[in-house]
């Protein structure tokens, strides 16, 4: 069974930083698009940062210049490092693998930026 654990989550004040790891098992991170997506409570989940298997990366207009979405093959693990948090970057973060084929989720971790 596909599994993808997310860590490093936690409370942080605006201003802070947060390093967020996705660690995936029976799968090769490699050959598939790689997201990370955030839930604020009450609204819906949205794209935050994007490594296509290609290594395109794409970004959140409201996290450019702040987020950085990064993957180790070796690891089997993509990263996004969080600088510069605000109150609104506040959720539950969420990464997603996906082919043609498949699509899976971990379980989340949450974020949470006081003010």
């Known amino acids: 069974q596909v599994l993808l654990v997310e860590s490093g989550g936690g409370l942080v004040q605006a201003g802070g930083t947060l390093r967020l790891a996705c660690a995936a098992s029976?799968?090769?991170?490699?050959?598939?698009?790689m997201g990370w997506y955030r839930q604020p409570a009450g609204n819906q989940r949205e794209l935050v940062a994007g490594?296509?298997?290609?290594?395109?990366?794409n970004y959140a207009d409201s996290v450019k210049g702040r987020f950085t979405i990064s993957r180790d093959n070796a690891k089997n693990t993509v990263y996004l490092q969080m600088n510069s948090l605000k109150p609104e970057d506040t959720g539950v973060y969420y990464c997603?693998?996906?082919?043609?084929?498949?699509?899976?989720w971990g379980q989340g971790t949450q974020v949470t930026v006081s003010s």
């Open positions: 997603n693998w996906r082919t043609s084929l498949s699509n899976y």
């Open positions: 490594i296509t298997s290609g290594g395109t990366l």
């Open positions: 029976r799968i090769l991170i490699g050959y598939g698009d």
